[in-house]
């Protein structure tokens, strides 16, 4: 509609995808009894009204069916831009955008931004949870005695913000901070009305700093949980209604036994870890803490030991030593067997006459034997008596034997003639 138009209709049409009508005039566009089918995200309908308007568009009427693939994008039942007025302000006209037409599947909307009008629309949530709205005084408002209301907060450099007034609490409702832990608030844990800031950060155990780990336990994680009202920290909760710290197993990247797992609060009055109460609720694999009061809170799993066997293949007895690493202290190995924690090791088996071995092996939650075959050093030859060999004297070639015996016949001639001549005589 241009600017000498007085209205616009669009009705009874069958859409497909996201829909712009665009008011030009301000004089009030009418979209209403039209089948719209939002396949993209985005908004099902984008109405633009021009600055300062003098009425907002009616959206009446419309029957919107969305593909449910299309819930982990953003998805807007109605995104208007126009400008506010007193007789309607914009949040309570985009509400009765919902109440005036049907959405398929049932979705619960959300006021995302009042200066774009933009009504965001998620899949309606169990009864008595209210969750996806942008910020906290949202989610409250809307929120009904007993309800749970999900806190989407995100973290800034590490720290978790939540600033809310116990006071605009409904009656027997709690606040969920989300994440892994989540921190469950309850409005009877909050004995004063007022602003209260929540923040929640995360550490490794390196940030321990001089403080020690309880014995027997070793580190998952570490955890900072503080609360504050107009006259500084909140040194406690109301007595009777603890506050609850939940932990998803399923969550966490490592597997853990519920049965070896604790969270410890440190005191800073005494400078000891105080182990806070535990259950577990199988049916959502999630650990539930209760504690008093917050602090800084270390989450630990017992330190749980492992048997090793070392064997030899062969049935020999090398002498057994194992380390961290190649190079750090060896530790000696008595029996054959040693109780390790989870992780990396390097062993080393030696035994006179065969070749030294080194190996490595894992400890992952469950005894372990290391099979090895030691090597037999290599036989040296044994030293042998120096071979004297006897002079033998030279004979003659066979094939030259004609040379000697010619001498030999021409001695035999001269006897012949001496004889002859001595029988003449």
């Not at 040194?235 to 070896?260: K, Q, R």
Request: avoid cysteine; charged fraction near 25%; glycine fraction near 10%.
């Amino acid at each position: 509609a241009g600017e000498d138009a007085h209205s616009a209709l669009v009705q009874q049409n069958w859409l497909e995808g996201g829909v712009r009508f665009i008011d030009g005039a301000g004089l009030g566009t009418i979209v209403e009894q039209n089948e719209i089918y939002q396949r993209v995200p985005g908004a099902a309908l984008a109405i633009w009204n021009v600055p300062y308007g003098e009425g907002f568009p009616a959206v009446q009427k419309n029957t919107i069916n969305i593909d449910e693939p299309l819930w982990s994008g953003d998805i807007y039942v109605v995104s208007a831009y126009a400008a506010d007025n007193e007789d309607l302000p914009g949040a309570e006209w985009l509400f009765g955008v919902i109440q005036g037409n049907t959405v398929d599947p049932e979705v619960h909307a959300i006021l995302e931004d009042l200066e774009e009008l933009k009504l965001r629309i998620i899949p309606a949530p169990e009864s008595g949870y209210v969750y996806g709205y942008s910020s906290i005084e949202q989610a409250l408002a809307d929120a009904g005695e007993g309800d749970t209301i999900l806190s989407e907060m995100q973290p800034v450099d590490g720290v978790t913000t939540l600033v809310f007034d116990p006071g605009d609490m409904p009656a027997n409702s709690q606040i969920i901070l989300g994440g892994n832990p989540a921190i469950v608030i309850p409005k009877a844990a909050l004995g004063e009305t007022g602003e209260h800031t929540v923040t929640v950060s995360y550490w490794e155990e390196e940030e321990m700093g001089d403080r020690v780990l309880p014995e027997g336990y070793v580190f998952v994680m570490g955890a900072s949980f503080n609360i504050e009202d107009g006259d500084g920290p909140v040194e406690s909760f109301v007595d009777g209604n603890p506050v609850e710290i939940w932990i998803g197993l399923g969550e966490l990247p490592v597997e853990l036994d519920p049965e070896t797992t604790a969270l410890y609060r440190y005191n800073e009055d005494t400078g000891l870890w105080e182990e806070q109460l535990k259950e577990f609720d199988k049916a959502t694999n999630r650990l539930i803490f209760t504690t008093p009061k917050w602090s800084d809170f270390v989450f630990v799993q017992e330190q749980l030991i492992y048997t090793v066997t070392f064997e030899e293949t062969t049935g020999l007895e090398p002498t057994i030593s194992i380390a961290e690493d190649a190079d750090s202290e060896r530790m000696l190995v008595e029996d054959g067997e040693v109780d390790l924690e989870d992780g990396e090791y390097y062993f080393f088996a030696e035994l006179e006459g065969y070749e030294n071995l080194q190996g490595t092996f894992t400890v992952a939650g469950e005894n372990k034997t290391v099979e090895f075959t030691m090597t037999a050093e290599a036989e040296e030859p044994a030293e042998e008596d120096p071979v004297v060999e006897e002079p033998v004297d030279e004979v003659p070639e066979t094939g030259t034997g004609i040379m000697w015996l010619i001498p030999f016949g021409l001695l035999v001639l001269a006897g012949g003639v001496f004889i002859r001549r001595k029988v003449l005589a």
